[in-house]
Nanobody, 124 residues
Framework: QVQLAESGGGLVQAGGSLRLSCAASGLTFGNYAMGWFRQAPGKEREFVASITRSGGTTAYSDSVKGRFTISRDNAKNMVYLEMNSLKPEDTAVYYC?????????????????WGQGTQVTVSS
């Protein structure tokens, strides 16, 4: 059974940083494309960042490009999201997602495994 568990969320002031982690189990991690999404209250889930199974290619939404960095450690079955220069509009529940694929996946509908999410709150 494939499972994803996010951690690292919390409350931070605007301009601060957080590092989210996602631990994957029950899968051959190196075969999976990974992504981060977020959902703010009253809004749809939106794409944040994604990374190919090798880690060689990444993609970011325009709203986080230059501030967030996605990375992975296939030896540890982990994917990370380093978030810098945080803004109040980054406040949301952040979700990790996985899909067995060669491709870089940037749409939620194409992921078939999701974690429970971790809350990130950025105060002004």
């Amino acid at each position: 059974q494939v499972q994803l568990a996010e951690s690292g969320g919390g409350l931070v002031q605007a301009g601060g940083s957080l590092r989210l982690s996602c631990a994957a189990s029950g899968l051959t991690f190196g075969n999976y494309a990974m992504g981060w999404f977020r959902q703010a209250p009253g809004k749809e889930r939106e794409f944040v960042a994604s990374i190919t199974r090798s880690g060689g290619t990444t993609a970011y939404s325009d709203s986080v490009k230059g501030r967030f960095t996605i990375s992975r450690d296939n030896a540890k079955n982990m994917v990370y999201l380093e978030m810098n220069s945080l803004k109040p509009e980054d406040t949301a529940v952040y979700y990790c997602a996985a899909r067995m694929s060669f491709a870089l996946i940037a749409t939620a509908v194409n992921y078939n495994t999701w974690g429970q999410g971790t809350q990130v709150t950025v105060s002004s």
